[in-house]
């Protein structure tokens, strides 16, 4: 097993390193590329394809882990329509509803093969939860591909503490698609690290996002209580999770359509403070792993101690929302403040300007010849 760990690591690690580079030749070669625009922080236009890569590096891995194991398959059958519909969109651009489609039938075909929620243990209700999940945690991942390095990033560290859980259990095939999940999104962050040199385009980040929810539901803490089984994965993902909640607040306060793209992510906040993309991507990688531990040590303790913890958790994660949406409501007034200052400018200078035109008018006016 520590042979067959260490290959599910390296293979998909080496393999998305040296194609990264390959994918954004091509995109170049295509005119597949992100361009800069207002609510982006890029100067340049940077290809696009990385997310091509990662899906070539853990396809070498999954058709071995795979083995005769139909779950795995089916997850990786999934994954591999998600990261096309993510190319296409990439290229061409695809409507909200086709990729909510998409999604659910990813979902469906999941409870299909029993990778599945087992929350309520009544077969309807475990499937709405299912494609819920699916569905949440996919977008979750690709909302939260926003800044260099970040997606990435938090794809490796979620993708290890789901291999020390399933490591912990036993569970190998879970254990070794995490590894390779760890593996694919460490060896894309060597060229997506601020500055980026390649973006994974929704065709990574849809794929990544995906593959995490399978592997939390591939898991199923069977025989935890009910908040330890939802706890756990939530607080493994709890930063997409987290940005998705941000960014579903801001832009319904603000009257904007969710799926449009803006400014109002935790990262993009982080920055407007100052920080550079580097330290923000430093501590948002400290928060998936800070609640990541979190989610594994809750797994191996008492009901009433795990509980504490999810409630401190959850205190702490409502304090970053309200800080951040604070910083929303700091920017939005300090805006008006500078409009207002702005236009009683505008107005002590104008109106002299006015006047003094009036008079030149009077002037000419009065100039009339003998």
Known sequence: MDVRYAASFVVPLVATLFLAPVAGRLARRWGILDHPSDHKFHREAT?????????????????????????????????????????????RTVGPRVKLAVETGAGVA???????????????????????????VTNAFNIVDN??????GIGAIAAMWFFALAAQRGDYLVG?????????????????????????????????GFLLAALALKLD??????????????????????????????????????????????????????WTHQRV??????AAALF?????????????????????CAVVLTGGLVLLLGLERGAATEEATIDLATNAQEETVV????????????????AQPP
């Open 221 to 274: 803490l069977v025989g935890e209580s009910g908040v330890i089984r939802s706890a756990v994965p939530v607080l493994i993902l709890a930063v997409p999770l987290f940005d998705l909640v941000l960014v579903v607040i801001s832009r319904t306060r603000g009257g904007r359509p969710i799926y449009v793209g803006g400014t109002d992510h935790s990262a993009h906040r982080m920055a407007s403070l100052g």
């Open 110 to 136: 999941l409870w299909t093969v029993g990778v599945r929620a087992g929350l309520f243990g009544v077969p309807a209700l475990d499937l709405l939860v299912t494609v819920a999940w699916v569905i949440v």
């Open 351 to 366: 109106m002299p300007d006015v006047d003094a035109a009036m008079l030149v008018t009077d002037r000419m006016g009065s």
């Open 176 to 208: 070794s698609l995490a590894l390779a999940v760890a593996g694919a999104s460490l060896g894309f962050l060597r060229h997506n690290y601020p500055p980026a040199r390649i973006f994974l385009g929704d065709a990574g980040s849809l794929l990544i």
């Open 281 to 286: 991507a430093t501590m948002l990688y400290g």
């Open 147 to 152: 800044m260099d390095g970040v997606a990435s």
């Open 292 to 312: 990541g531990a979190c989610a594994v040590a809750i797994a191996r303790l008492s009901d009433r101690t795990a509980t504490d913890v999810v409630v401190v």
């Open 47 to 91: 290809p696009y394809l990385g997310g091509l890569a990662v899906a070539a590096g853990l396809v070498l891995v999954g058709a071995f882990a795979a083995g005769a194991s139909g779950q795995v398959l089916t997850i990786l059958l999934c994954a591999i329509a998600m990261s096309f519909m993510g190319f296409v969109d990439d290229w």
